[in-house]
């Protein structure tokens, strides 16, 4: 079993930056592809950029360049540096991880964008 606890979200202006923070317990989680998803308002969730055991990264089209995941294996954590934010990142943000049949979700965490 795998808890994750998301922190970092907050109201940002367009253009200003936020990191988000992931932190795990209770398995190993450099075992894991570690990811984050978004679900804004009366949207379906999105998947936004995931990285895995060897630290490979990938992005969504609408984040790429802009948002940069990472992850610290000795602490259980993973990241998401998001710069240049726009309001339609406007979002609930959701860690996840994933080991072959097994899939965990944090509770979110809220992302505003407004001036």
């Known amino acids: 079993q795998v808890q994750l606890v998301e922190s970092g979200g907050g109201l940002v202006q367009p253009g200003g930056s936020l990191r988000l923070s992931c932190a795990a317990s209770?398995?190993?989680?450099?075992?894991?592809?570690m990811g984050w998803y978004r679900q804004a308002p009366g949207k379906g969730r999105e998947w936004v950029a995931q990285?895995?055991?060897?630290?490979?990264?990938s992005y969504a089209d609408s984040v790429k360049g802009r948002f940069t995941i990472s992850r610290d294996n000795a602490k259980n954590t993973v990241s998401l540096q998001m710069n240049s934010l726009i309001s339609e990142d406007t979002a609930v943000y959701y860690c996840?991880?994933?080991?072959?049949?097994?899939?965990?979700w944090g509770q979110g965490t809220q992302v505003t964008v407004s001036s």
């Open positions: 996840d991880a994933q080991r072959a049949q097994s899939h965990y």
């Open positions: 209770g398995s190993i989680l450099s075992m894991y592809v």
């Open positions: 990285i895995d055991p060897s630290g490979r990264s």
